[in-house]
């Protein structure tokens, strides 16, 4: 390729830098799970010692309330956004409300995390917004106190976090899909069901794969959310690796990050899997041109 | 029949367009997917504004604001102010890690910019380009708290590395650079490369194809590698967490001071309010960039 | 077949001086390129005269656009022996050294740059005054008709305006040559067929060397000096466009010319430059146009263009010789200006071109051509 710039040698040593500085680490913390520290010395012993203690101390049900609310909000997410993208997609006409509306689900990717849900902390307190205004017109008579450190209030958190990041990988792949496609099943005779579930629901696969990994991976490791409105009622995984790496329980927040990333590698290889058939990854590439 | 009817109809060019909305627009249900749509939305900005309200509400912590005050702001950036007799942890030490955030954003757009522009060109045109473009977004892929200590263990306990600012630049760079190298491939694998030929033929040089061809009409990519590298930055947390030795960026003070006790919640308020308008500005004036750019081109088409 | 050898015998002594005055502007010598087990280029070797049109005549894949682009050293070849321009070794010389240009099929404007700024591309990169790269690029647009246009942005520009444009561009810094490359690809017929007279008379009123590139046998019979027409990275002829359209050297050129009627068959009789050949109990002579000497008995073909074909018996005075063959009369084909008829003979279905619709063709029964009007080439070499 003599006409770039920066020539197939420099991309290659880019690679490669790449491959060590991330890749390298995360294949790394699975090995490391296996040894045994003292201080910030390795010691090269094979051990499951680390697995054992994680289980001992609660890892189990830890790592499944995570999992089970990442995957509850998800579907949750996926069932809210797909309509709306459907929508952005193929059904809106204004063009003004279009741009306002992208740039509303745009702007939240740049702001902080923690400005974005610090202040439900003073909405859903005892003495907040929420509670003043049910006593007031009188629906409860005592204030309500799951509203805020509590479960609901994690998922809540999550809801707003994680709507925009569902919403355009659908929206995208939605846009892509030629009319014509949608004019021949209207053509052939298809109901409008028929015709979301047998020629959108599929072409938009790939829109909704990246949707799904882009909220459930992130909400996982969410370290923002649990904190501000679990207000540690709601332990995460991410509080437990931020205790364990204070106290230099290294090996013990390997373990747990290697049990997150061996589930997370299976979830990916079950969707990439599923996207096979409609062309795999050279398609992003394919459907970038467009 | 009906087959044959509708063919005419589409043949008949012009009459497609509106066609399309109507067949999905109205039927579909619309209104109750464009209510939940807002719904969420309105879920997202809520506590946006609320909090703009609230920085400048005197009892910011209960019930219904009111007293406007700017005394939160004032105590924020000066630290002058003491209740209950209390001084706030909070005054006067925004600006210390105000300019460390400035500062590695600054570093991690610049490197986002050089290695997107590195990598975009011939991502699109290489063999392995789908395995790549996957080692790449690998940091979408793995829950950050998980790749931010993978990254601590590997760097400080593999390599013996003392964290700092390098190590606080690295993680935010790796956390940007997919979002960075996703906006460039929309415009770098669109790019014509026989404009490059045509370059060449008429006699320039390999900087100058670079500089007056390439760079040029891959601007949109490279300012938006820059904005994602910037703004990402700016606002990361939990790299940032483990990555670091002593070093306070903004998010990780908001994140401490979030955690502490009430007192300094009202400046938390102020502090997030500034920063939420800062970023707000700035993606604006990205939007403007990005889409204003050939909007105002194709404005001055039709008027010639 | 080596064309340098062929067209100017000596040039290799004496080039300094040749090519100043009168002599070869280019000169290629044994190009050889291969993409991975692809070979685009087999060995190939060509050469133009100052201020020739010589068109590279091919369809896709024949290695046309390979031979230009190395030509223009925007392809560097696998191997080659020797590249030429203008009297200068060229040979290892990046594109942005030599002195060519190319129109690009697509045209490949600069579309961040406005008209103005794409015309002096060249000029500026060649470090010219912006008060002279201005003067002259007005001048360039003016040749070519685009008054008035430099500000323009590329995209507001109709694609003939956009294809002038480019020739523009690639005029404007005074090349030897200038390599043209499909360029009338993109445009639609009406289009395409004025620019193909405009494209000559700019040509003799520059007195430039042209090089194009294209896959219609018409454009090359239109505007060529000379063609070379290629097949699969080798050149199968070259010549002048009434040579190579009356005097095909094999089946394949014929049929890349658009001879309607193919009829291989065995040589019977060789008669210095007649040949005589049998197909299906037919005998039937023409003019030998193929490449070695005709042996009897070696496979070869006749070509013979519809409209040459004559119906019914021939003439009893004729003095020239004739070919006569039987036929039923098969289906007729409405073509418009002409009918297309099909005959059914022994050798197989034969296409004639009728002029006059009324003339009764179920009575046919045999139909005629002068023997000077066909030719007899040599099959092709796989």
């Not at chain 1, 010691?43 to 830890?62: H, R, S, V």
């Not at chain 2, 109750?32 to 920085?55: E, K, R, T």
């Not at chain 3, 894949?61 to 203008?86: M, Y």
């Not at chain 3, 995209?155 to 956009?162: R, Y």
Request: hydrophobic share 50%; proline share 5%.
């Amino acid at each position: 390729m003599p006409n770039l710039p920066a020539g197939i040698w420099s991309v290659s040593g880019f690679t490669f830098l790449w491959f060590v500085g991330i890749v390298v680490p995360l294949i790394g913390i699975v090995l490391f799970s296996f040894l045994q520290t003292k201080g910030i010395k390795v010691q090269w012993d094979l051990t499951i010692k680390a697995y054992e203690k994680l289980f001992f101390y609660g890892g189990g049900p830890l790592i499944g309330r995570t999992i089970r609310i990442a995957a509850t909000m998800t579907v949750i997410e996926l069932l809210l956004a797909f309509p709306f993208a459907l929508w952005l997609a193929k059904g809106a006409k204004n063009q003004n409300l279009k741009l306002i509306t992208f740039t509303l689900l745009t702007v939240p990717f740049f702001l902080s995390p923690v400005a974005r849900v610090i202040v439900w902390r003073s909405v859903m307190s005892i003495s907040g917004l929420v509670n003043t205004g049910l006593m007031d017109l009188g629906i409860v008579d005592e204030p309500v106190d799951w509203l805020i450190f509590s479960e609901f209030a994690v998922h809540l958190g999550y809801l707003g976090q994680y709507f925009p990041a569902m919403v355009w990988p659908i929206f995208l792949s939605i846009a892509l899909i030629d009319d014509e496609y949608l004019e021949a099943s209207k053509d052939l005779g298809a109901s409008r069901l028929r015709t979301l579930f047998h020629v959108i629901l599929p072409l938009s696969l790939p829109g909704i794969v990246a949707g799904v990994i882009f909220t459930f991976v992130p909400m996982l490791g969410d370290t923002v959310v649990p904190q501000q409105m679990g207000g540690g009622n709601v332990l995460m995984i991410s509080h437990n690796v931020y205790t364990m790496i204070g106290a230099s329980n290294f090996v013990m927040a390997a373990a747990l990050s290697a049990i997150i990333l061996a589930i997370m590698l299976a979830f990916q290889i079950l969707l990439w899997a599923a996207l096979r058939p409609v062309g795999g990854l050279n398609n992003v590439f394919a459907s970038l041109k467009r | 029949m009906t087959a044959l009817a509708e063919r005419g109809r589409i043949d008949g060019a012009v009459a497609r367009k509106p066609a399309r909305s109507q067949l999905i627009g109205e039927r579909w249900p619309t209104w109750g997917s464009v209510f939940i749509g807002y719904f969420v939305l309105a879920i997202i900005y809520f506590p946006i504004l609320w909090l703009m309200i609230l920085s400048i509400s005197a009892e910011p912590l209960t019930g219904f604001p009111g007293d406007w005050t700017l005394r939160w702001y004032d105590d924020m950036l000066y630290g002058t102010g003491q209740r209950e007799g209390e001084a706030y942890a909070v005054a006067g030490r925004v600006m210390e890690p105000l300019l460390l955030s400035l500062k590695i954003a600054a570093i991690t757009a610049a490197l986002c910019i050089v290695a997107s522009l590195v990598v975009g060109p011939i991502l699109p045109r290489v063999r392995f380009r789908g395995p790549m473009l996957l080692g790449f977004l690998m940091p979408l892929m793995v829950p950050g708290i998980v790749a931010s200590v993978s990254l601590f263990l590997f760097y400080r306990l593999g390599l013996h590395l003392k964290m700092g600012e390098w190590s606080l630049g690295l993680a935010h760079f790796i956390w940007a650079f997919p979002f960075a190298l996703l906006a460039m491939l929309v415009v770098s694998s669109r790019f014509d490369e026989r404009l490059l030929d045509a370059a060449a033929d008429l006699g320039a040089s390999r900087w100058e194809r670079f500089w007056q061809i390439q760079v040029p009409i891959l601007k949109p990519g490279i300012f938006a590698a820059g904005f994602f590298g910037f703004l990402l930055s700016f606002n990361e947390l939990p790299f940032s967490i483990f990555m670091r030795a002593g070093d306070i960026t903004l998010p990780i003070y908001l994140w401490i001071q979030s955690g502490a006790h009430n007192s300094s919640v009202p400046l938390i308020f102020a502090l997030s309010t500034l920063i939420t308008i800062a970023s707000i500005v700035l993606t604006f004036i990205a939007i403007r960039v990005a889409f204003g750019e050939p909007r105002a081109a194709k404005l001055k088409a039709k008027k010639a | 077949m080596n064309v340098a050898a062929n067209s100017e015998g000596a040039s290799s002594v004496d080039r300094g001086a040749a090519s100043s005055g009168d002599g070869q502007i280019l000169e290629v010598v044994n190009a050889i390129h291969r993409f991975g087990d692809v070979t685009a280029l087999d060995n190939v070797s060509i050469a133009a005269r100052r201020g020739e049109f010589l068109t590279l005549l091919g369809e896709s894949g024949s290695g046309k656009t390979t031979l230009l682009r190395i030509v223009a050293g925007l392809e560097r070849p696998t191997s080659i022996g020797r590249i030429t321009i203008d009297g200068a070794d060229a040979t290892f010389l990046p594109a942005n050294k030599r002195n060519t240009t190319t129109v690009f099929q697509h045209y490949a404007l600069f579309p961040h740059m406005s008209v103005g700024e794409n015309i002096e591309y060249g000029l500026r990169v060649r470090r010219i005054s912006k008060e002279e790269r201005k003067k002259r690029a007005e001048q360039a647009l003016e040749l070519m008709r685009l008054s008035g246009l430099y500000d323009r942005r590329v995209h507001q520009l109709s694609g003939g305006q956009k294809q002038r444009v480019a020739l523009a561009r690639a005029l404007v810094t005074e090349p030897a040559i200038l390599l043209l490359d499909e360029p009338l690809g993109a445009l639609d017929e009406k289009l395409r067929i004025d620019m193909q007279v405009e494209l000559k008379e700019l040509h003799e009123r520059l007195g430039l060397t042209f090089i194009y590139v294209t896959h219609s046998q018409e454009e090359a019979l239109t505007m060529s000096d000379r063609i070379i027409l290629m097949r699969r990275g080798r050149i199968v002829q070259e010549g002048p466009p009434a040579e190579i359209f009356d005097r095909p050297a094999t089946r394949f050129v014929a049929e890349f010319m658009n001879v309607e009627n193919l009829i291989e068959g065995s040589i019977r009789g060789v008669d210095r430059d007649q040949v005589t050949i049998e197909c299906a109990g037919q005998v039937m002579t023409g003019p030998w146009t193929g490449r070695s000497r005709p042996e009897v008995g070696a496979k070869a073909c006749l070509v013979i263009r519809a409209e040459r074909l004559k119906l019914g018996a021939p003439p009893t005075s004729s003095s020239e010789p004739v070919n006569h063959v039987p036929c039923r009369t098969g289906a007729t084909i409405y073509k418009g200006k002409y009918l297309d008829q099909m005959l059914e003979c022994p050798a197989g279905p034969i296409k004639a071109r009728i002029w006059d619709r009324a003339m009764p063709v179920e009575q046919i029964i045999g139909f005629w051509w002068r023997a000077a009007d066909s030719a007899v080439t040599s099959l092709d070499a796989e």
